[in-house]
């Protein structure tokens, strides 16, 4: 089972669409990390542009409206290389999340306040432990 580090800063996240160490060392995790995998793991709007081409070919007529659907996007580098850049249907009981979680390294993730409460119940599920770090004001992803 993989250690998941989760790193909130309490007024948000400053993308900068870049991710650096840089906000591992500002939030100042005691902990021996400089192998794990880090990133930044949120919720976003699904973008307007998608569309599920399975409901498409099969000729859904019922699909939910787009800006009403999040999606879990995560992102993580490890060695100065991205490692994993996927992204997943927030559902009520984020099953996609779950899977994703399965499969990830040892990490330390960039999450924002409100994605906090979803992430531990999924990570629950799963019998992960969660490591949670609040840190005042707002972090930049690099």
């Known amino acids: 089972m993989a250690e998941i580090i989760v790193v909130v800063p309490e007024e948000g ?3 900068t669409g870049d991710i650096s160490f840089k906000f591992v060392i500002d939030s100042d995790i005691s902990e021996n990390v400089i192998d794990h995998a880090y990133g930044l793991m949120r919720r976003k709007k699904k973008d307007d542009s998608i569309i599920n081409l399975i409901d498409f070919s099969n000729k859904v007529t019922n699909f939910a409206p787009i800006d009403k659907i999040t999606q879990w996007r995560i992102d993580l580098v490890q060695n100065g290389s991205f490692l994993l850049a996927c ?13 994703i979680l399965k499969n990830l390294p040892d990490s330390i993730v960039l999450v924002p306040p409100e994605d906090v409460e979803p992430l531990t119940l999924a990570c629950s599920a799963l019998n992960f432990n969660l490591s949670i770090h609040r840190r005042d ?6």
């Open 87 to 99: 992204s997943v249907d927030s559902t009520e009981n984020e099953l996609g999340l779950q899977q």
């Open 137 to 142: 004001g707002v972090l930049s992803s690099s």
């Open 13 to 15: 996240i400053e993308e």
